[in-house]
Antibody
Framework: QLQLQESGPGLVKPSETLSLTCTVS??????????WGWIRQPPGKGLEWIGS???????YYNPSLKSRVTISVDTSKNQFSLKLSSVTAADTAVYYC??????????????????WGKGTTVTVSS | DIQMTQSPSSLSASVGDRVTITCRAS??????LNWYQQKPGKAPKLLIY???SLQSGVPSRFSGSGSGTDFTLTISSLQPEDFATYYC??????????FGQGTRLEIK
């Protein structure tokens, strides 16, 4: 059964770079047709998509964060990572990694996030 | 960007009630709409995908409908474990997805 686990520092100083890793177990991160994504949730607020990486390495970012985000994949470790630069208090959130599953239906692909990590809390504070 | 708007933002209901939550997309997204349930301190859980398909293991009291721009999530008879926050999410522009702002379902 596929499982995802986020890891990384829980406290980051303002203006520094937030770095998180998502370890994939129970499946290969190189499986074709799969994206792998990062989503965050500020305290008491809703879900925000940060970005995704395709199994081929192509990346896609939320336009509102694009200038500060880098997502990469390490197939040898079965991990993908998030880097968010120049963080401020507004970046304090629970960060989730998730896998959008591609369902082939009526000749099209429908994606839904069926597997999520448990989330990791990152606080930006000096 | 496709914007998703849920209503209401919060809702009070009693056990046994029938509850409907709506989600509207800023443009047509066909049936590329998913619904999630989130409880405090937990990751979201998939309930409905492709607008109306029930995820395996999810109770049949949950149902989804709609296409184009207007969608609904219905809980036919609220159970105590259903009090949570619900999010819609469009996958039309995958991988660039967006979520609704959430609907908090509280006990009356």
């Amino acid at each position: 059964q596929l499982q995802l686990q986020e890891s990384g520092p829980g406290l980051v100083k303002p203006s520094e770079t937030l770095s998180l890793t998502c370890t994939v177990s129970g499946g290969s991160i190189s499986s074709s047709s799969y994206y792998w994504g990062w989503i965050r949730q500020p305290p008491g607020k809703g879900l925000e998509w940060i970005g995704s990486i395709y199994y081929s390495g192509s990346t896609y970012y939320n336009p509102s964060l694009k200038s500060r985000v880098t997502i990469s994949v390490d197939t040898s470790k079965n991990q993908f990572s998030l880097k968010l630069s120049s963080v401020t208090a507004a970046d304090t959130a629970v960060y989730y990694c998730a896998r959008p599953y591609p369902l082939r239906l009526h000749g099209s692909y429908y994606y839904y996030m069926d597997v999520w990590g448990k989330g990791t809390t990152v606080t930006v504070s000096s | 960007d496709i914007q998703m708007t849920q209503s209401p933002s919060s809702l009070s209901a009693s056990v046994g009630d029938r509850v409907t939550i709506t989600c509207r997309a800023s443009q047509s997204i066909s049936s590329y709409l998913n619904w999630y349930q989130q409880k405090p301190g937990k990751a979201p859980k998939l309930l409905i995908y492709a607008a109306s398909s029930l995820q395996s293991g999810v109770p049949s009291r949950f149902s989804g409908s709609g296409s184009g721009t207007d969608f609904t999530l219905t809980i036919s008879s609220l159970q105590p474990e259903d009090f949570a926050t619900y999010y819609c999410q469009q996958s039309y522009s995958t991988p660039q997805i967006t979520f609704g702002q959430g609907t908090r379902l509280e006990i009356k």
